[in-house]
């Protein structure tokens, strides 16, 4: 293979993964989780992601002044309670699936 007809292969599997890599969030996004609180279930890409965040106070010379990502959080569509995702990391695996990522900053 010569140095063009390697760099077409290399575009063709970037595509491919491209392709790939959306069926995958299309499929994430069909699973189901389930509420804490009242038990019902739904699907991911109908959900919207909370990703919480926490101020770090500046102190000493050079430490602090950041924000630093916290736990994911998603609102039940059915009884409104706001579910944790601190316990439950594979459902964050799913950040990407989700209908929209909102980013809450708290201090």
């Not at 609180?37 to 109908?46: E, L, P, Q, T, Y």
């Not at 050079?62 to 309670?81: A, K, L, M, R, V």
Request: aromatic fraction near 10%.
């Amino acid at each position: 293979m010569n140095t063009k007809e390697i760099q077409n292969k290399l575009n063709q599997l970037f595509n491919e993964e491209k392709v790939l890599n959306e069926e995958l969030r299309k499929a994430e996004g069909r699973r189901l989780i389930e509420c804490e609180k009242c038990g019902k279930r739904s699907k991911v890409s109908n959900l919207t992601y909370i990703q919480t965040h926490f101020y770090t106070l500046p102190h000493g010379c050079t430490d602090g002044d950041y924000w630093s990502q916290d736990e994911g959080q998603f609102i039940c569509p059915h009884c409104n309670c706001i579910n944790r995702l601190y316990k439950r990391p594979d459902i964050c695996k799913l950040k990407d699936s989700f209908k929209e990522v909102v980013n809450t900053y708290e201090k």
